[in-house]
């Protein structure tokens, strides 16, 4: 079975730039969350979807930050303008239905000069 | 809020050596308590879980036991490999909830040969 897929692997803009994440589930998945990893700290969900439906974005700082799933499958994290303490990992992972135990991917690294 | 704390790290242990990384938490009800490791460049891992009080979770070797009694879920190991080398997240998630991870800061293992 295929694992969460995340790219680029990794990002280096300058602050005040754009920047886009990608995340593809393990196929059948359906819920959907991106997480924040700053170094030295735990992640921090930022946005859980449910099929192409946002079930929990009270954490995403929606004046810089949006995501889309819009067919329910993959999705993109966008973050424009990036600020220096945007400076972290971006974790993706997928939930199969009627379990609890998330599946995530490698990640995305950003650095934000 | 709920939460998870863990000891500070690095922890540096020579191959062969017992480990043990503390794991203490704060939730009302009976959470679900979990480990996760995070190898070098890739995403998080679940090694083991514990889904009520007094049980056992266990996997490659590793161990940890629900206490409910001191909230605690310490991760051991009785002889460790320099492949052990890693991150190590504990978390809970909540009974009932939405099976979002409240996780740890994390505890890096260096093993040496």
């Known amino acids: 079975e295929a694992g969460v897929a995340q790219s680029p692997r990794y990002k280096i803009i300058e602050k005040r730039q754009s920047v886009a994440f990608w995340c593809n589930p393990i196929s059948g998945h359906a819920t959907l969350y991106w997480y924040q990893q700053i170094l030295g700290q735990g992640p921090k969900l930022l946005i859980q979807f449910q099929n192409n439906g946002v079930v929990d974005d009270s954490q995403l700082p929606k004046d810089r930050f949006s995501a889309e799933r819009l067919k329910g499958v993959d999705s993109t994290l966008k973050i424009q303008p990036a600020k220096l303490e945007d400076s972290a990992v971006y974790l993706c992972?997928?939930?199969?239905?009627?379990?609890?135990?998330?599946?995530f991917g490698p990640g995305t690294r950003l650095l934000v000069l | 809020g709920d939460s998870v704390t863990q000891m500070e790290g690095p922890v540096t242990l020579s191959e062969e050596a017992f480990l043990t990384i503390n794991c203490t938490y704060t939730a009302t009800g009976y959470p679900s308590l979990f480990w996760y490791v995070q190898y070098p460049g890739e995403g998080l891992q679940l090694l083991l879980k514990?889904?009520?009080?007094?049980d056992k979770g266990s996997n490659k070797g590793f161990e940890a036991t629900y206490r409910k009694e001191t909230t605690s879920f310490h991760l051991e190991k009785g002889s460790v490999q320099v492949s052990d080398s890693a991150v190590y997240f504990c978390a809970l998630t909540k009974a009932g909830g939405s099976y979002i991870p409240t996780f740890g800061r994390g505890t890096s293992l260096i093993v040496h040969p």
């Open positions: 514990a889904t009520k009080a007094d």
């Open positions: 992972a997928s939930l199969p239905a009627y379990q609890e135990t998330q599946y």
